[in-house]
């Protein structure tokens, strides 16, 4: 089961993305804790998400969406009437079909992966402490390396985000955007935005399949989790490299 905040790290997509699918009957909880009022979700959920956002894709409306998801609307008959639109351009339209081709497969090749339990490497860094939809997460990264520009900061890294309560209470997830900088003689000047982590056993994945399918990633952990037996704090990171692979970090209890 997964609470409302793995949900929106798995899918990466927005709290009020997830309030509106609900709310529309696309995606449902399968089980609500009578005592917090937390909602949690199975697979089904996971998959139906990522069904919706490939949907998104290949340009359906939120009515045509929930017309195949809850009206029993068939399928081709939307794709039929997309593809009148998109007679104009045909290679965009072959690069769609291919995408509907690949929408009910979804891979797991966790036994070609490396995880393993390893530190999160202390470091100091500018730091944007706000909750953003994952969609425009540039616009933080950007503000960062302006600050680091403005304040004549040398950047030491990669920039990451520091997700807070996605795994203990799904009410206080935060999310903080950050990235990593020498220390130098302007480092006293910036000091209100620089922040130290500290090191911290964690597991870790390096992901080398692009940032749009990283939630494959975080099933892939939370599987390796629950074959081990072992938990995470609700603090993970996300390290966003120069090559397009991500390194990921679930802090351990």
Not at 162 to 175: I, N, R, T
Request: net charge negative; hydrophobic share 35%.
């Amino acid at each position: 089961m997964y609470t409302r905040g793995q949900l929106e790290q798995i899918g990466k997509v927005g709290r009020k993305a997830i309030r509106l699918y609900e709310e529309e009957g696309m995606i449902t909880s399968s089980k609500i804790d009578p005592w917090n009022g937390y909602h949690y979700y199975d697979d089904k959920q996971i998959a139906r998400l990522e069904k919706i956002k490939q949907y998104k894709q290949l340009g359906f409306s939120l009515a045509d969406i929930k017309g195949v998801l809850c009206k029993g609307i068939p399928e081709n008959e939307i794709l039929s009437m997309k593809k009148i639109e998109l007679e104009r351009n045909i290679k965009d339209m072959q690069e769609l079909r291919r995408s509907m081709d690949e929408i009910d497969k979804i891979e797991h090749p966790y036994d070609r992966r490396e995880i393993s339990e390893s530190y999160f490497p202390e470091c100091i860094c500018l730091f944007i402490e706000e909750n953003v939809d994952l969609e425009i997460l540039g616009i933080s990264v950007g503000k960062l390396y302006e600050k680091a520009f403005k304040n004549n900061l040398k950047i030491a890294g990669a920039h990451f985000v520091k997700y807070e309560g996605l795994l203990a209470d799904d009410s206080a997830f935060k999310m903080t955007t950050c990235l990593p900088i020498i220390q130098t003689d302007a480092y006293n000047e910036a000091a209100e935005y620089i922040r130290a982590e500290k090191s911290t056993k964690c597991i870790h994945l390096n992901y080398t399949e692009g940032f749009s399918k990283v939630g494959n990633a975080h099933i892939w952990l939370k599987e390796y989790m629950d074959r081990k037996k072992t938990s995470c704090t609700g603090t993970i990171y996300e390290v966003y490299n120069h090559d397009m692979s991500l390194d990921i970090y679930y802090e351990l209890n």
